[in-house]
């Protein structure tokens, strides 16, 4: 009985090994990329710049800005709530969020020329 017990751990262990390694070959194959990847990238970014520009100028930045303004004026509330409360006004997360705010609404002026 226990050598029947050994052999049957034997082979579910040699059968998960060879699960294990079968779809590590599988998922290795797709590792192999057919010609120059990045020549393709940048032809692609060169193409598509300006609409990647405008899309992220005209929607993505705004979409963020309101965000961090009504998580702003949320935080800047609550705080202020919370002194009235307790007497003691907490600033460090209005204040991060205010300099989110900020680097967010001039990011447009100058992430293009960072970026190239």
Known sequence: MKVKNNRMKLIKILLG???I???FVISAVTVFAAGDVSTAIESTWTAAQTQIKNVVNNVVFPAVDMILAILFFVK????????????QFEFTAPAILFGCLVFSLTAPLYIWTVLG
């Open 17 to 19: 090994t060879a699960v």
């Open 21 to 23: 390694v079968t779809i």
């Open 76 to 87: 800047l509330a609550t705080a202020y709530m919370d002194y009235r409360k307790h007497g």
